[in-house]
């Protein structure tokens, strides 16, 4: 059983940066693929990126691809979820998740976190 626990969610005006870390601990071994996701009140969750955990390959929603960066620490089993040049429609929670291959479906991850809010103001 894999544990994951995001941190690092806040209140942050438009234009400026914040960083999600994602801790996991438990079963990491089945671990071959770490995503992110958000959900904003009303609306479906949303996928945001993917980073394989041994290759740290990643892929990225077009929304946020060249403003966000996943990034990982194989050795601690951190992933952390960079995120610049915010904006009001970044507001959502955002869940950390874990699971055996790489997707863009969050029914593909197997585990998941509690989740820490991210709120943009303009």
């Known amino acids: 059983q894999v544990q994951l626990v995001e941190s690092g969610g806040r209140l942050v005006q438009a234009g400026g940066s914040l960083r999600l870390s994602c801790a996991a601990s438990?079963?990491?071994?089945?671990?071959?693929?770490m995503g992110w996701f958000r959900q904003a009140p009303g609306k479906e969750r949303e996928f945001v990126g993917f980073i394989s955990w041994k290759s740290g390959d990643t892929y990225y929603a077009p929304s946020v691809k060249g403003r966000f960066t996943i990034s990982r620490d194989y050795a601690k089993n951190t992933v952390w979820l960079q995120m610049n040049s915010l904006k009001p429609e970044d507001t959502a929670v955002y869940y950390c998740s874990a699971g055996p291959g790489t997707s863009t479906i969050p029914g593909a991850f197997h585990y998941w976190g509690q989740g820490t809010q991210v709120t943009v103001s303009s």
């Open positions: 438990g079963g990491t071994f089945a671990i071959y693929a």
